[in-house]
Each structure stands twice: as C-alpha cells, then as structure tokens.
C-alpha cells in the first residue's frame, strides 16, 4: 500500500473549519481522511460532488425545496421557543397566548414567524409538488420520491391544521369544529374518529392535549424521518433533472460544476433572502388572534382554515359523503398513483410536457375559470335536483347525480383534448390535472372571500348578499 502523503493544497472552507475545530490535525494526514469521512459521510449524502450546471438555473426549481427546509427549520426553533411559555390546557392557552405576546421579549415577534412560516411552508410545499409534476419530475427512477413528497405534504397539512386550535380563540375553536365536524359524515367509523380526534364528543381539555401532542411531538418525528429519506431519494436518483426543449434528448451529456461551492452558495442566498422576507412579514403583521373561545357563541359565518376552505365549500353543493369522504379520497388516490399511470413518454425536464402540452394547459385553465364559477352560480340560483327528484334518497339526488355529471364532464373533457389536439397521454393527463387544479382554487377563493352570513354569496369588497346556500 502506498504511504499516505499530508497535503499542501490550500484549504477549501470546509477543511479550515475542520482545522479550526481540531487544530493539532492541520497538516496530518489524518486531517484529509476525517475530513473526508466526515464530509463525505454526511453532507454528500444528500449533495452530489457534482451537479449538471444548467441545473443550477433557479427558474428550474425557484429555489422551493431549500426553502421548505428553511421553513421547517424556522418552525421547530420558534415552536421550541413557544413550548416554554404555551400551556396546553383550556383555562390558560389563551392566556399563555397573551402572556407570550405582551410580556415575553420578542414574543410577538416569534409567534408572528411560528404562525406566517407553517402557512408559508404548506403553500411552498404545495408549490413545490407543483413544479415537480409540470416539469415531469416525477417519472422513472423518481416515482416513489412523489409518494414521500405526498405524505410530507399532509404531515405538513396536519401540523397547520393541529396548530390551528391551540391558540383556543373563537376563530380556532370554531375551525376546529367545522373541520372535526365534517368526519361524522364518514360511514361506519366516522363518530368514532371524530370521537378519537377529539378525545370524546365536544371539543374541550382533551382535545387540546391531543391537537398539542400531535402538533409538538406526532408530526415532527415524522418529518425528521422523511425528509432526509427524501433527499437521500434525490441523491440516488440522480439528483435534479436537466432542464431542456420539447426537441431537446434527455440523454444528452451535460457539463457539471462542483455542489460546493456552486450550488451551496445559491441555497444560502435563497435561505438568507426568505429569512429576511419573513422577517419583514412578521414585523409589519401579526398573527390572528380573536377572542377567547366561547362554546356557546358561534361566530357567523364558522368557516374552516384556508386549505380546508375548498372542501367546506363542496359541502354546499355535494352531500356530505361525497364532499367528505368520496371526492377527497378519490383525488388523493389518483395523485397518490400519477406516477405509476401509464404515459407515452419520458417528458423529464420539460415545462408542460410539450409546446402542444402548454397550449392544452392554457386552454385547461381557462375553461376551469369559466365553467366552476358558472356552476356555483348555478347550484346556487337554478339546480336543485334534491327538489326535482323529491322520492330519491338525498345521497343519491344531491350526491351521487351531481358527482357523476362531474365525472363525466371530466372524461369527456380528457377525450376531447385527446382528439382536438392528438395529444399523448401527458399532454392529456396534465390538461385534467389543471383543470381540477384551478377549480379546486376557485372553490377556496369562493369559500374564502364570497361567502358571508350564513355561508350566502356575497360581494367581499361590498358586503351585499348574491345568494343564499340552497
């Protein structure tokens, strides 16, 4: 075996900080192996040595998942700071709330970043999985990377909505109640998870414990253990993929740069610029916080969180169990296998599958815009088909009709892109996928900004009521 000679090359930052740590390795060979074995070890791990250099173009990533990380990162730190003040018990949530914002140095300010950076986190996250099906990041080898990000996206959806309570101010109270409400409609176990969730039939001490035990302990273990597995699935993988044309082959070489310092460097900025922006965020506005929660004073209108805001609007024109139960899980298992469907062609690293694949987008788009608004309106104002088939059951005249009609628009919507467009299964698939993308965001917005008393339509910027729910 050859000796093992020191080395004389300058010292890169990594190594100086080794040095600077163990200062009587400088100049040893022992310093290059432990340096190696450390760095190696751990930060390659999850970095290649090297990475295409036109992967480092931020409009191919916009820089989503290291702010996710960011993200995450911001919230353990806050929500450990807030452990030391917050109790979870009714008779004094609120107060520890209060306590924590009015005596505790920077309170404020650190609840201000705990409430903005979970809200901030699941709309990145949301974008981020966003990307990665419009750039085609999702086929072979990359497959179960989808179902990792998936799960990680309803811990994160978890986390938001178990955090949401704990505050225990009329708003909180109320969502809760709204959201935990919507599981008695489940057949067969849906009293039971309702009961299981909130730790009897009301919402009161035990629930807090739960909602808190969940939020503080359920959920960042389990991101502890996805994330890296995620970004180890990344690394195998063979890491980002290239972006190119439509015309472009994906096989094609692509010059490559060194991960330290080229892609480093670009995170840290990223990190840096979303720690400032959150920081201003947080300065300029507070987090909600309404009144103590009263159980005998419900708020009109009781609306559930913004990501829960799309399904409580199905409730007002679906029954229950579709609106609950049915449609959610449905959507959820055909994002779950979207990997494994069955696509005519590798379109990695390319936006929107195709040239074609952006105009049929566009057009999905827009029809999405025109056709759900006009469906609200008309559930609200014309269709009442519990009225016209009075002798059905109303799961089968305002549940199971409405929802095959949709369905139904939907598959004809995918054949007619098909044909009009001689589209491949891709092109095709995505046009679907908007089209339910951008009507799920009208039924959010609708729930979030045109419903008022008594959950009628109404105009937010002038109060006066459109319709009333039918």
């Not at 072979?140 to 994160?156: A, D, K, S, Y």
């Not at 590798?346 to 815009?369: N, T």
């Not at 001689?422 to 092109?427: F, R, S, W, Y």
């Amino acid at each position: 075996m050859p000796p093992i000679h020191t080395t004389t090359e300058p010292l890169n930052i990594l190594q100086r900080i080794w040095v600077s740590v163990f200062p009587g390795t400088r100049g040893k060979p022992v310093e290059r192996q432990a340096y190696r074995r450390l760095f190696n070890s751990l930060v390659l791990h999850f970095r290649p040595r090297t990475v295409p250099q036109r992967t480092l173009k931020f409009s191919l990533t916009w820089g989503l998942g290291g702010m996710a990380v960011v993200l995450v990162a911001v919230l353990f730190t806050t929500g450990l700071m807030m452990k030391l003040v917050y109790q979870p018990v009714p008779d004094r949530a609120y107060t520890s709330i209060l306590y924590l914002q009015d005596a505790v140095l920077f309170g404020q300010l650190i609840r201000n970043l705990h409430h903005w950076s979970g809200n901030a986190l699941l709309l990145i996250v949301f974008l981020h999985m966003l990307r990665v099906f419009f750039t085609g990041a999702f086929h072979m080898p990359r497959q179960f990377n989808w179902v990792i990000g998936l799960l990680m996206f309803l811990l994160i959806l978890g986390s938001n909505f178990s955090g949401y309570l704990l505050p225990w101010d009329q708003l909180a109270y109320w969502a809760i109640t709204i959201c935990t409400g919507m599981l008695e409609y489940i057949p067969g176990i849906g009293t039971g998870l309702q009961h299981l969730l909130r730790g009897g039939v009301d919402i009161g001490p035990a629930t807090l414990s739960i909602f808190y035990a969940i939020h503080t302990a359920v959920i960042p273990a389990g991101l502890l253990i996805l994330m890296p597995f995620h970004f180890w699935r990344v690394r195998k993988s063979g890491g980002l993929v290239i972006p190119r044309s439509p015309r472009e082959n994906p096989e094609d070489t692509e010059a490559s740069v060194a991960a330290i310092p080229d892609l480093i460097v670009r995170e840290i900025v990223v990190a840096v610029v979303l720690v400032a922006v959150l920081m201003v965020l947080s300065v300029a506005f507070d987090a909600p916080l309404g009144a103590k929660a009263n159980p005998g004073l419900s708020p009109n209108p009781t609306k559930a969180p913004w990501y829960f805001a799309g399904i409580q609007e199905l409730l007002l024109h679906f029954h229950p169990l579709f609106a609950v139960m049915v449609i959610p899980i449905l959507i959820l298992a055909i994002i779950l296998l979207l990997p494994y469907l069955r696509f005519d062609a590798d379109s990695s690293g390319v936006w929107f599958c195709s040239d074609r694949g952006r105009l049929m987008a566009l057009v999905a788009a827009l029809v999405a815009l025109i056709v759900t608004p006009l469906g609200i309106l008309a559930d609200e104002y014309l269709v009442d088909f519990a009225a016209w088939l009075p002798t059905l059951p109303v799961v089968i005249s305002n549940g199971l009709i409405p929802a095959v009609l949709s369905l139904t628009g939907i598959i004809g919507f995918y054949g007619l892109m098909k044909k009009k467009y001689t589209a491949t299964n891709n092109e095709a698939i995505q046009a679907v996928f908007i089209l339910l993308l951008v009507a799920f965001i009208i039924l959010t917005l609708t729930c979030v900004w045109f419903r008022g008393s008594g959950m009628a339509l109404v105009f937010p910027w002038g109060g006066m009521t459109v319709a009333t729910p039918s």
